[in-house]
Each structure stands twice: as structure tokens, then as C-alpha cells.
């Protein structure tokens, strides 16, 4: 009983301490006369996947490698088929060429790294598989180079109207929300990860299991909250994009700085995991591509659900 509180407790500190760092930090690069567009490609980005940076990275420092791995892969999988999936359900969703032709295929191309940087008994014939430092720090430099094409983006494209209305605050409070939302962050991650490792202990169920599923569902609730407000506003093309920059900033960024503090063996997290990784992403640019071109439709959110929902089933017949 004590760990679901940890766990459910945890989890609510998380999400109010990255509202509160995000809102904080937010305000400071706007005092700064950063533009909106910028802001709302980096920090309000950063602030979203903050939950899986905190848990990763704790489950890393305490040697839960399964559930910090777990954790990235299964909310790229939840954020593809479950938060698309939701999203072109509530209303269907038109998809740019552009983010078809060059950002789509980024997902499917990190996805491609990870398995690659993954996979060294496949690839090296060593006798384990483990994401290393190096492997970390290559990741990180993809996140550089995305940085850098997110920047081009706001610098070359779009309107400031697209960007996040950033709430206005004194100077005081913009470094108190940002303290207390780090504060929340680090103790709610630590209280998280107790949590998770407690009931994966007490049901018999492997770390990687929580960490592809509760855990993964628990850190993509601030893109889900997102992407299905932005669809009741009839504005559900937000979703893509916050999908696209989560599961970018969670291979790259958040396994990079995991990896690079400590080296994360496999474990329980094998090829069909990967596959099913791959394939969600290779999905997501498929049904946005072809059939009623540029559009996900509502039946094609139902199958990304349903593909959802067998692989969850799968997961837990395999114990």
C-alpha cells in the first residue's frame, strides 16, 4: 500500500514540479525578450518530458537500468500509438508535409539509433547489451544537432502567434517557481522510482515491465494532457509536434544524459521491445502519409489504439 502511495505521490509532485519549472523558466526567457516560438520549442518541450529526464535519470543513479530504459521506450510507444491514437480519435489530424517528409522520419531514424546502440551482442558479438557512455554521448550530439534545427525552425519559419502564451511574473516569483518546481521534480522522481521498484518487488513482475507501462503511461501525462486539450480546441495538429519533440528529446536527451551517467545494461528490454519501437514510429508516418494523404483519420487512430492495447497485453502475458 505504502509503495502506490509513493508511487501516485510521486508522480503528482513531478507533474506540478515541471508546471512549475516550466511556467518559472518560461517567464525569466520572456523578461529576456526571448520570442514565444523559441520558448515554446525548448522549455515548454523540456518541461513536458521533464517527468521521463527526473525518472530515468534517477532510476539510472539507483541501478534500476530496466525501468530507466523501460521508461523512454514505452512513452515513445504510448506517445505514437496511444496519445496519436487518442487525438485522431477525438478529431482527425492534418499533418504538414514538411513534418512528414523531415520530422516523422527523425523519430523513425532515433529509433533506429537506439536499437543499433543497443543491440551489441547482435552487432559486436559482446556478451551483454549495454547503452555505454559513449553510446551516451553520441546520442547527446544528435540532441545537439535537433537543438539546432529546432532554433532554424523558429528563426526561419512560422508566425509568433504559434508559439506558447507565456504566463507573466515578477522576478521573484519566476526563480521560486523554478526552484520549486526542480525541488518537486528531484524529491517526487526519487519517491517515483521507490514506488515502481516496490510493486514491480511485491507482484513478481520485472522492472522493465512497470517501466514499459506504468511508469511510461505515468511521465506521458503532461503530452497526453496536451495533445487531447489541443483536439477539443480543434487544434490537433499541436499533437504532432509534441509527440515528434518528446520522443526526440527522450532518446537523444534523456537515455544520453542516463547513459552518460551511468551505463544502462539491457536486461529485461529485448529485440521485440525494439521492434515494437521501430514499428510505432514507422506506423505513425505511414498512416499520416498515405491512404486519405496527409491526414491520420479516425479508424487510423483506432488501429494505433488497438496496436496499443495488444502490445500492453502482450507484455503482460510474457510474465
Request: glycine share 12%; charged share 10%.
Amino acid at each position: 500500500m505504502l509503495d502506490i502511495v509513493f508511487l501516485v505521490g510521486g508522480l503528482a509532485l513531478i507533474l506540478l514540479g515541471a508546471n512549475g519549472l516550466t511556467d518559472g523558466a518560461a517567464a525569466i526567457a520572456k523578461r529576456f525578450r526571448i520570442s514565444d516560438l523559441v520558448i515554446g520549442l525548448t522549455i515548454v518541450a523540456f518541461g513536458t518530458s521533464a517527468p521521463e529526464l527526473v525518472i530515468s535519470v534517477m532510476a539510472a543513479l539507483g541501478g534500476s537500468a530496466d525501468m530507466a530504459i523501460g521508461n523512454v521506450m514505452g512513452s515513445n510507444i504510448f506517445n505514437v500509438l496511444a496519445i496519436i491514437g487518442v487525438t485522431a480519435l477525438v478529431m482527425p489530424i492534418k499533418v504538414g508535409e514538411g513534418t512528414l517528409s523531415k520530422e516523422i522520419p527523425l523519430v523513425v531514424l532515433a529509433s533506429f539509433a537506439l536499437f543499433f546502440c543497443a543491440n551489441d551482442v547482435l552487432l559486436d558479438g559482446r556478451m551483454s547489451n549495454v547503452i555505454s557512455r559513449i553510446d551516451g554521448l553520441i546520442m547527446l550530439c544528435f540532441f545537439m544537432i535537433f537543438l539546432r534545427y529546432t532554433f532554424a525552425i523558429a528563426r526561419n519559419g512560422g508566425d509568433e502567434g504559434e508559439g506558447e502564451k507565456i504566463k507573466e511574473m515578477s522576478i521573484g516569483k519566476s526563480v521560486l517557481f523554478v526552484l520549486g518546481g526542480l525541488a518537486g521534480l528531484v524529491y517526487g522522481g526519487q519517491l517515483f522510482v521507490d514506488g515502481a521498484s516496490g510493486i514491480a518487488s511485491s507482484l513478481g513482475v520485472s522492472e522493465s515491465i512497470i517501466g514499459l507501462t506504468i511508469v511510461a503511461g505515468g511521465t506521458s501525462l503532461p503530452e497526453l494532457a496536451t495533445s487531447v486539450t489541443a483536439a477539443l480546441k480543434k487544434n490537433p495538429g499541436i499533437a504532432v509536434g509534441n509527440v515528434i519533440g518528446s520522443n526526440l528529446f527522450n532518446i537523444f536527451f534523456v537515455l544520453g544524459c542516463s547513459a552518460t551517467i551511468s551505463p544502462l545494461p539491457m536486461g529485461g528490454i529485448n529485440n521485440i521491445d525494439m521492434a515494437v519501437l521501430i514499428g510505432s514510429a514507422i506506423l505513425f508516418w505511414i498512416v499520416g502519409w498515405f491512404f486519405k494523404k496527409r491526414t491520420i483519420t479516425r479508424w487510423e487512430g483506432a488501429l494505433l489504439v488497438i496496436c496499443y492495447v495488444a502490445y500492453t497485453a502482450f507484455l503482460i502475458s510474457q510474465q
